[in-house]
């Protein structure tokens, strides 16, 4: 009898199993349910619902009600009430909007609407008052985000009765199924007074007039600030078609400090002001919008129309709430002659893909532009929103680890997207390479016979191109110019070179040959150059006995330097220890720097050497290596093995460049790091990691594009979803179901939370049938052994149930787990099971079996003489 309550426990265990499998996903289901549970059926937000969840805190839903635009370019208005007659503050905002279909969404705060319908066309007006903007959401924009303590005053005797939603939608054929769109925001919002006031600061001109064909029209706005201090900390240009760039000043005793700068014609919402700015009492704000006229037949004025001009720079502030005001303008120019001290970064024009261009505006020429503060966003699909759950893992059949190389120091891209190598063929840089006053000692070996640069396919690694035979002694950085030139140093010249690629001699040579210096003509060890897309300038960090940046001509003559070597303690701006790296960023002008031995990536601006920030992280240790920018706000870097007694491990990092903050790490699963020399990253986001030590090429790609290659390997069919069809929290994909909102509200929810777990449960309950067959047999066996041998078959059958029991709970004997159960049988493996399983928690480690863990841990650190390569 015993043996058979064992089995009947086992088959509970089995089920209880399965049915958790189940309820996870439908008990979310269950809990989304009863958090709409007050919304109508026919679209989430119709029915305006207020939730609180604290005494002094509630959310205010606001959405569109059930609205099918008619056609293209359709700007449509919606208001709501607050809900509350007593003062209350707006300290968050949660987007509802698909990128689909919508183009952007623009709040504001007024008193009376334009209309008292449940919505209406924007051309009719936004409100019949003065009217504030409190948020924007734009595709391919960041959304705002107020500062702790910070919050927009609403209601009572001074604050918005109303809020009013704009929604821009661009091109309609999502719209072709006649489903009903409910796009809108969330408010969290509280009774709690915050020490903090959010306003809006508008600097706006007004009498403009751009001459037909004019190439450079320069509209300039000044004010001189008579109010208590205001803290800045996001700000929106906006412009028509012939804006190139915008930029934002606050200038002080005739010094300029940036605001913000930025090209009108990529997504207009609101950016956060990179470093704290303040405004005090006689301050000036200034601003500058240039414009080209160059393709027009007659004078463009400003004006509302698409044929005609703005020129706004909005800031968004805070002040102490006893002196808050919410709303500010400024439309006149109080100080032309200031503007000949103007920055001359607030005249280059900032580099915008052709594409962006044609996108920023929408695909349809007679765009709407309804009111001064309405929005014309981008509906490309070129860049996304930067998406903090953004992973990237080992591509596993990337073949180029099988490389023979020499020490891996450069890595680039060129036009094409090919992975271009420099290495060091059988050269190697060791303590014997240089004597104390770092003059090359191995120059009896004479160059590299070997193609130092290697051109690659980087989906199979396969030779396209290879050149540099004969003419490097110590390779060290690489860069591709927009022309597709080659750029590298070579740390035993002290040299830079200029490399086309069908030429077998230089196109340009800087510094003298086997000659360190640190006057104007020579380099000591430079370590990597970059050139400036816009303007040609070179910059080249020199380097390893210099700790400077160098400015060159785009013909090689130099204009200018910065930096010095870091004391003892904490380095300052500008201050190196072994500039190590470079990346442009060229849609904001600025170089950032990898400081590698003071562990740190510094920017500055092109034009002016200008320090901009610093980027530094416990994580990244003692050393940082190498930088590299992605178009779309990711910056990328690796960072050098720990010293001894130090625990930070070698790996690489995603960085959020806007911020700084760390989004993601990485390591290899084949091989190890050991001294990660140089990182580049594409548009797509595939990264590729070359090593000085391991000799080797890694690539690493996002871990959705791994993620459905995994399932495919593990035996089971799926669709290929794109990256941009993936579906999150903040920009769902809208599922046509016109007659129900709800239930395709419902799906996407599901979809979005629970689609790995329904595949789980898929998996589990295949896995499950031999073991409830099997389970079965043993039954069998028992009432067949129980009637043949009695009780000393029970005995037998009780010892052979525990040890089944005993496998299926797993080296804890706590509960059931399947994953142990399984990987003890051989031919097994758990990857399939576990991606499956986990909704793709790659970065958890297995506590309970260290040997499924596929992290490896790299060599010590090399002897210091070999860390200067």
């Known amino acids: 009898m015993a043996g058979l309550i064992n089995n009947l426990l086992i088959l509970v265990l089995v089920l209880q199993n399965i049915c958790s499998g189940f309820r996870s996903p439908l008990s979310v289901f269950k809990r989304y349910k009863d958090a709409t549970r007050s919304l109508s059926s026919e679209c989430f937000g119709s029915t305006r619902p207020v939730i609180s969840f604290r005494l002094s805190?509630?959310?205010?839903?606001?959405?569109?009600?059930?609205?099918?635009?008619?056609?293209?370019?359709?700007?449509?208005?919606?208001?709501?009430?607050?809900?509350?007659?007593?003062?209350?503050?707006?300290?968050?905002?949660?987007?509802?909007?698909?990128?689909?279909?919508?183009?952007?969404?623009?709040?504001?705060?007024?008193?009376?609407?334009?209309?008292?319908?449940?919505?209406?066309?924007?051309?009719?007006?936004?409100?019949?008052?003065?009217?504030?903007i409190l948020y924007a959401w734009a595709r391919n924009a960041p959304p705002t985000r107020l500062p702790k303590g910070v919050g927009f005053r609403v209601g009572g005797e001074t604050g918005s009765k109303f809020f009013v939603l704009q929604?821009?939608?661009?091109?309609?054929?999502?719209?072709?199924?006649?489903?009903?769109?409910?796009?809108?925001?969330?408010?969290?919002?509280?009774?709690?007074?915050?020490?903090?006031?959010?306003?809006?600061?508008?600097?706006?001109?007004?009498?403009?007039?751009?001459?037909?064909?004019?190439?450079?029209?320069?509209?300039?706005?000044?004010?001189?600030?008579?109010?208590?201090?205001?803290?800045?900390?996001?700000?929106?240009?906006?412009?028509?078609?012939?804006?190139?760039?915008?930029?934002?000043?606050?200038?002080?005793?005739?010094?300029?400090?940036?605001?913000?700068?930025?090209?009108?014609?990529?997504?207009?919402?609101?950016?956060?002001?990179?470093?704290?700015?303040?405004?005090?009492?006689?301050?000036?704000?200034?601003?500058?919008?240039?414009?080209?006229?160059?393709?027009?037949?007659?004078?463009?004025?400003?004006?509302?129309?698409?044929?005609?001009?703005?020129?706004?720079?909005?800031?968004?502030?805070?002040?102490?709430?006893?002196?808050?005001?919410?709303?500010?303008?400024?439309?006149?120019?109080?100080?032309?002659?200031?503007?000949?001290?103007?920055?001359?970064?607030?005249?280059?024009?900032?580099?915008?893909?052709?594409?962006?261009?044609?996108v920023a505006h929408g695909h349809h020429e007679e765009t709407k532009d309804t009111d001064k503060s309405s929005l014309q966003l981008s509906k490309g699909e070129e860049e996304e929103i930067l998406d903090q759950n953004f992973h990237i893992e080992e591509a596993m059949d990337w073949p180029g680890l099988d490389l023979k190389l020499g020490q891996v120091s450069g890595l680039a891209l060129d036009r094409e997207n090919n992975l271009v190598i420099f290495h060091r063929g059988d050269h190697v840089w060791d303590e014997n390479s240089f004597d104390s006053k770092f003059v090359y000692q191995q120059r009896g070996l004479g160059p590299i016979e070997q193609n130092t640069i290697l051109v690659l396919n980087p989906s199979n690694a396969k030779l396209l191109h290879s050149t540099g035979r004969n003419l490097f002694y110590l390779p060290h950085g690489l860069s591709i110019d927009k022309d597709g030139n080659y750029w590298v140093t070579d740390v035993a010249l002290h040299q830079v070179f200029k490399l086309g690629v069908d030429t077998k001699e230089p196109l340009l040579i800087l510094g003298v040959a086997l000659q360190p210096g640190s006057d104007h003509s020579h380099f000591c060890q430079p370590t990597d150059v970059a050139v400036d897309p816009v303007t040609g300038s070179i910059y080249v960090s020199d380097g390893y006995c210099n700790s400077r940046i160098i400015q060159f001509s785009p013909n090689g003559l130099y204009i200018m330097q910065w930096g010095e070597e870091s004391s003892s303690?904490?380095?300052?701006?500008?201050?190196?220890?072994?500039?190590?790296?470079?990346?442009?960023?060229?849609?904001?002008?600025?170089?950032?720097?990898?400081?590698?031995?003071?562990?740190?990536?510094?920017?500055?601006?092109?034009?002016?050497?200008?320090?901009?920030?610093?980027?530094?992280?416990?994580?990244?240790?003692?050393?940082?290596?190498?930088?590299?920018?992605?178009?779309?706000?990711?910056?990328?870097?690796?960072?050098?093995?720990?010293?001894?007694?130090?625990?930070?491990?070698?790996?690489?990092?995603?960085?959020?460049?806007?911020?700084?903050?760390?989004?993601?790490?990485?390591?290899?699963?084949?091989?190890?790091?050991?001294?990660?020399?140089?990182?580049?990253?594409?548009?797509?986001?595939?990264?590729?990691?070359?090593?000085?030590?391991?000799?080797?090429?890694?690539?690493?790609?996002?871990?959705?594009?791994?993620?459905?290659?995994?399932?495919?390997?593990?035996g089971i069919e799926v669709q290929e979803i794109k990256a941009s069809e993936t579906v999150v929290e903040a920009r769902l994909k809208n599922n046509p179901e016109p007659t129900d909102t709800l239930k395709k509200q419902e799906k996407q929810h599901l979809v979005r939370r629970a689609s790995t777990g329904v595949s789980f449960v898929l998996i589990t309950t295949l896995l499950i049938i031999p073991i409830v067959v099997l389970l079965a047999i043993l039954v069998f066996i028992r009432w067949r052994k129980t009637a043949v041998y009695g009780a000393d078959g029970e005995h037998k059958l009780d010892s052979n149930s525990g040890r089944i029991l005993g496998r299926l709970r797993g080296k804890g004997g706590g509960g059931l787990n399947l994953g142990n159960f399984f990987a003890s049988h051989k031919g097994y493996s758990r990857k399939g099971f576990d991606r499956l399983s986990t909704e793709g928690s790659d970065q958890e480690k297995d506590e309970d079996d260290g040997t499924d863990s596929e992290e490896e841990y790299s060599a010590p650190p090399p002897p210091q003489a070999l860390s200067s390569s």
């Not at 020129?311 to 100080?335: D, R």
């Not at 720990?642 to 806007?658: D, K, R």
């Not at 699963?669 to 391991?694: C, N, Q, W, Y």
Request: proline share 7%; hydrophobic share 35%.
């Open 57 to 132: 805190d509630f959310t205010l839903d606001i959405r569109m009600p059930g609205v099918t635009p008619k056609q293209s370019d359709t700007y449509l208005c919606m208001s709501v009430p607050l809900p509350v007659d007593d003062e209350a503050y707006v300290v968050d905002f949660k987007p509802h909007a698909s990128m689909d279909t919508v183009h952007h969404m623009l709040l504001f705060g007024c008193n009376e609407p334009s209309s008292n319908e449940n919505y209406w066309d924007c051309d009719e007006g936004i409100c019949k008052d003065k009217s504030n």
């Open 167 to 358: 929604v821009h939608y661009g091109d309609i054929s999502e719209f072709r199924d006649k489903h009903k769109d409910c796009s809108g925001v969330t408010l969290h919002l509280t009774h709690q007074k915050q020490p903090l006031i959010a306003g809006m600061y508008l600097m706006m001109s007004v009498n403009t007039v751009i001459p037909p064909g004019e190439k450079v029209v320069d509209a300039d706005i000044a004010c001189h600030y008579k109010r208590f201090p205001m803290h800045l900390f996001a700000y929106r240009v906006h412009t028509h078609r012939l804006g190139k760039v915008v930029s934002g000043y606050r200038v002080r005793n005739g010094q300029w400090t940036l605001i913000g700068r930025q090209s009108p014609q990529v997504p207009q919402a609101f950016y956060p002001v990179e470093h704290p700015v303040d405004v005090s009492y006689d301050d000036i704000l200034a601003a500058r919008c240039v414009f080209s006229g160059e393709g027009r037949t007659t004078e463009t004025h400003i004006g509302g129309t698409a044929n005609d001009e703005m020129c706004n720079f909005y800031i968004m502030y805070y002040m102490e709430a006893k002196h808050a005001v919410s709303y500010i303008t400024c439309t006149q120019n109080a100080n032309p002659e200031m503007f000949r001290n103007i920055p001359q970064e607030a005249n280059i024009p900032i580099p915008v893909k052709p594409d962006m261009l044609k």
């Open 569 to 714: 303690g904490r380095a300052g701006p500008a201050q190196f220890r072994i500039p190590h790296s470079l990346a442009l960023i060229p849609e904001l002008s600025q170089l950032c720097v990898a400081d590698r031995e003071n562990g740190r990536i510094q920017c500055f601006r092109l034009e002016t050497a200008e320090f901009v920030r610093e980027i530094k992280h416990k994580s990244f240790g003692r050393e940082l290596f190498a930088v590299s920018y992605a178009p779309g706000g990711l910056l990328f870097a690796v960072n050098g093995m720990p010293y001894p007694g130090e625990s930070e491990p070698v790996q690489g990092f995603v960085m959020n460049f806007s911020t700084g903050e760390i989004i993601d790490t990485f390591i290899p699963l084949r091989k190890s790091f050991e001294m990660p020399h140089d990182i580049v990253a594409s548009e797509d986001k595939t990264v590729f990691v070359g090593d000085v030590h391991a000799r080797t090429v890694w690539k690493f790609a996002s871990s959705e594009k791994m993620e459905h290659r995994s399932v495919k390997k593990a």
